[in-house]
């Protein structure tokens, strides 16, 4: 245990020496504020920090704030590649698989709580698309039951409009980091998981639009709109799934021809569209709904494909072979086709690990094999298929 809590001084050291130029980009990069009561200030020792996710930057801004350094759970995708693996490891982040049990992770958790780090989740899996909170993994409060730490939650307000996961670049800079105690160390002993659950979820809510509707913010005169169809994937008014395309301050159906613009305060408005929503959350919400009724009413055939698309595989789950194959990528509630030189087939319920990572790639596992796949369109949602993906997966379970 010694020798591995000298690896988390190695790391704090690291930390220590990088958080002043690290603060100095984000203050003024973003302009962050942290509301952090002296209750949390004075915390000593062990404890779990959860968040909201919204955007990419997330860990990084909380880990400043409180001037101590957080080991937060990562997505393995990051460490892949060397020198952010190197980095990342530098600064104590923990690689994980998303979605998959991985007692590897747990065993590295278990070891910053021996020697009193603080440990950082986004229970939500990945940063969301809409501005509004997703549930949380059922999982998480089965994980604080085992750490047995006291629970600190940020709720992270304004982070999704200043960078959102479908924009490529800063929109509307602006953040406000609120920090609270959530659990005492007796609280997590004694509440049930469902309880943990239950209050976290509360504790995490945040709606970016209501916020914008109480505190609004300027967006930049063009560009607004730039990739809002990674995260609205359905026409509202004919339906039709992946013909939406954003262009300026617009987007547009490429079957109806339905039109609106992104405001200046970033909601949609001047619809042309009969149907319309007063904000992405909503929209979303909506899409949801359509793609479970599609999911639940499917007949075998196609509901929906991309190409072309490029396919990458790690036997190992981590090595690819030097050679990827492009094709059509069909979605039919209960099977995923690659259609290339020769076709594969995928029972969705065979699958395991399903994200999107780097905003484009789609991937999952099947075993411990590693599948990616990366669309050559750049108005393709890798989000439509991820959402399409964990309905499907919820809809066969139910059947079974």
Known sequence: ??????????????YILIRPFAWLFFITRYRVK????PEIRDLKGSYVLLGNHVNKWDPFIATIGLKRLVNFIASDFVFRKPFLAWL???????????????????????????????????????????????????????????????VVAVNIQGG??????????????????????????????????AQLNARLQIALEHNEWDYLREHPRELPAVDRARGIEHAVFICPDCGSIGSLRSRNNSLRCTVCSGELEINRYGFPSEATFQNSFPDIALWDQWQQDRLISLISGQTGQAIFEDGPARFAYAPDGKTFSRFSRWGTLKFSGTSLVLHGEESIE???????????????????????????????EDFVSPYKWLSALNHAQVFLGEEE
């Open 1 to 14: 245990m010694q020798k591995t809590c000298r690896r988390f001084l190695i790391q704090k050291l690291s």
């Open 34 to 37: 942290f509301e952090i009561p």
């Open 88 to 150: 990342l490891g530098l600064l104590g982040a923990v690689p994980k698989v998303k979605f998959r049990s991985d007692m590897g992770s747990l065993r590295t958790l278990m070891d910053v709580r021996s020697c009193g780090g603080i440990i950082g989740i986004f229970p939500e899996g990945h940063t969301n698309w809409s501005g509004k909170t997703m549930e949380i993994t059922p999982s998480t409060g089965k994980l604080l039951r085992l750490l047995r730490a006291p």
């Open 160 to 193: 999704y409009i200043s960078e959102p996961r479908w924009h490529r670049g800063i929109l509307a800079p602006g953040i406000v980091m609120k920090f609270s105690l959530l659990f005492t160390e007796n609280e997590v002993r004694s509440l049930s998981i």
């Open 346 to 376: 995928y029972e969705i319920r065979t699958l395991s690990g399903i994200g999107v990572q780097n905003s484009e790639q789609l991937e999952f596992y099947v075993n411990n094999t590693l599948t990616t796949i990366e669309f050559k």
